[in-house]
Each structure stands twice: as structure tokens, then as C-alpha cells.
């Protein structure tokens, strides 16, 4: 079970605009800033939101918010390469682990 | 250019011990927090250790005890020492640069494989 809860999976057409979701507690998200790191093909995950910034070389199709204690990463223009694992990840105060990560998120283009 | 690169994974006997190097470059590890996250075949990621810029350490319950982060400032590099490793310490190891749980560079892993 883990800390924070993303939808197991989500699917989308090429172009369109998808939501995936990370819901956690006022001791996690809802005081940290939210981190979403890309998996394709169980390689290493690539970072494409750091909080509100996006890394370099990240399209800007990808962009990030935050309300409450959820967190979201929005791909505007979905696009086949999309496709893989995400995973959202902040800190935690609360608990003897420092940091926590959401089970991850299979996005599928169709 | 930030780069994290590690090594020293292999197969393990259960109960043996292995010791995890990550060389970084394009930054200072002695001025960042450094975590080790990993993942097991067919799961998500897991956060195990995280090293503060002070020397503060602290780990996953799950490892406590028998893991030990700690860093090498002349050669700019993390390590992760793990010790008594289980079947279910079976996984790739990956060292990311951190900021407050979020983070913006990883390596590109090295597989634990604890089998006999």
C-alpha cells in the first residue's frame, strides 16, 4: 500500500488531453512540492515535472498543479512516445520514511 | 551536465552483503541530499536511504539496520552498503539527487539480484 494514491491506469488518444492524479495527506502533498518521473519499458525513470518546473529538454505539453493535498500531471497533446509508467513522489514529515512515492500510473496511447 | 552513475550490483547469496557506488559529476554530493530509491521486478519505485548535505541519514524501515548510506567528498561519491540482504532486497538500485522528495536527476540503476 503505498503513501500516495495514483490511478492505476489511464488511457488516451494521440492529441488529447490527459490528467493523472497523486492524492496523499496534509503531512505529505499537502505541504511539499510534488515530483513525476516518466518509465518506459522499466528503464530509468526521467523527471518530466520537479515541483512547478519543468527539467530541460521535458516538452512543454507537460505541466504540473497542485491543490490541496493532490497533486496533477497534465499532458496536453498526448503523443505515442508518451506511453509508459508514472510515478509522483514528495516528502513526508510524518513518517520514519523521509520520502514517499505513489504505486504508479500505466498511461496507454491508443 | 549532471550525471549519477552506478555500480556495483551482481548476484548475492541471501544473508551475504554487497556494496553500491554512485559517481556523480556536474555537482557537488557533499552540498546536496542524495537518495537511493529502488525497484523490484514488476513494482513501483521505493524510497530506501537519503544522505543530507550535514551527514544526516536516514532510511526505509524496511532496510534499517542493515543498510548504510554514506559518501566519499574527494571522490564525489555516494555509497550504499547493504548488509544481511534478503530475497526480497531483489531489485534495481537507483541514486537520485533530492530536494525535499522530489527529484530531478537519477542514474541509470544497477541490479541486486539475492538469490541462492
Known amino acids: 500500500q503505498s503513501a500516495l494514491t495514483q490511478e492505476a491506469s489511464v488511457s488516451g488518444t494521440v492529441g488529447q488531453k490527459v490528467t493523472l492524479s497523486c492524492t496523499g495527506n496534509s503531512n505529505n502533498i499537502g505541504s511539499y512540492a510534488v515530483g513525476w518521473y516518466q518509465q518506459i519499458s522499466h528503464g530509468a525513470p526521467k523527471t518530466v515535472m520537479f515541483g512547478n518546473s519543468l527539467p530541460s529538454g521535458i516538452p512543454d505539453r507537460f505541466s504540473g498543479s497542485k491543490s490541496g493535498t493532490t497533486g496533477s500531471l497534465t499532458i496536453s497533446g498526448l503523443q505515442p512516445e508518451d506511453e509508459g509508467d508514472y510515478y509522483c513522489s514528495t516528502w513526508d514529515y510524518s513518517l520514519s520514511a523521509r520520502v514517499v512515492f505513489g504505486g504508479g500510473t500505466k498511461l496507454t496511447v491508443l | 551536465e549532471v550525471q549519477l552513475v552506478e555500480s556495483g550490483g551482481g548476484l548475492v547469496q541471501p544473508g551475504g552483503s554487497l556494496r553500491l557506488s554512485c559517481a556523480a559529476s556536474?555537482?557537488?554530493?557533499?552540498?546536496?541530499?542524495i537518495s537511493w530509491v529502488r525497484q523490484a521486478p514488476g513494482k513501483g519505485l521505493e524510497w530506501v536511504s537519503v544522505?543530507?548535505?550535514?551527514?544526516?541519514?536516514y532510511y526505509a524501515d524496511s532496510v534499517k539496520g542493515r543498510f548504510t548510506i554514506s559518501r566519499d567528498n574527494s571522490k564525489n561519491t555516494l555509497f550504499l552498503q547493504m548488509n544481511s540482504l534478503r530475497a526480497e532486497d531483489t531489485a534495481v538500485y537507483y541514486c537520485a539527487r533530492d530536494l525535499a522528495g522530489t527529484f530531478a536527476y537519477w542514474g541509470q540503476g544497477t541490479l541486486v539480484t539475492v538469490s541462492s
Open positions: 556536474g555537482f557537488i554530493v557533499s552540498s546536496n541530499y
Open positions: 544522505i543530507y548535505p550535514g551527514g544526516d541519514t
